[in-house]
């Protein structure tokens, strides 16, 4: 079992930047990818960024490319989303996901259901 902790979400201004971070415990040793998602009312939970071990690979849905940078710390136990320039769109829970099956090479990380544990969320609101 891997048990993830969102924190750093808040209210912010268009334009402004925040860094949301997910700590990860428990068998953090089969973890092999991890990333976030966001749902905002009334939509689906979405791909915002994720991140695999191996190769260090990185992929970000367009709507957040050259704004939202992810990345961890060197045990790899925590990730971070640093977002910059934010919109009034960027409104959502942003929860935090990890995979503990292989991944393979070629696979893009961009679905909710290719992860495997889920943390609880963080509410992120930017004001226009």
């Known amino acids: 079992q891997v048990q993830l902790v969102e924190s750093g979400g808040g209210l912010v201004q268009a334009g402004g930047s925040l860094r949301l971070s997910c700590a990860q415990s428990?068998?953090?040793?089969?973890?092999?990818?991890m990333g976030w998602f966001r749902q905002a009312p009334g939509k689906e939970r979405e791909f915002v960024a994720t991140?695999?071990?191996?190769?260090?690979?990185?992929f970000y849905a367009d709507s957040v490319k050259g704004r939202f940078t992810i990345s961890s710390d060197n045990a790899r136990n925590t990730i971070y989303l640093q977002m910059n320039s934010l919109e009034p769109e960027d409104t959502a829970v942003y929860y935090c996901?990890?995979?503990?099956?292989?991944?393979?090479?070629?696979?893009?990380?961009?679905?909710?259901?290719?992860?495997?544990?889920w943390g609880q969320g963080t509410q992120v609101t930017v004001s226009s």
């Open positions: 428990g068998r953090t040793f089969s973890t092999e990818a």
């Open positions: 991140m695999s071990w191996s190769g260090g690979r990185t």
């Open positions: 996901a990890a995979r503990t099956r292989p991944v393979y090479s070629g696979l893009r990380l961009a679905v909710r259901a290719q992860f495997d544990y």
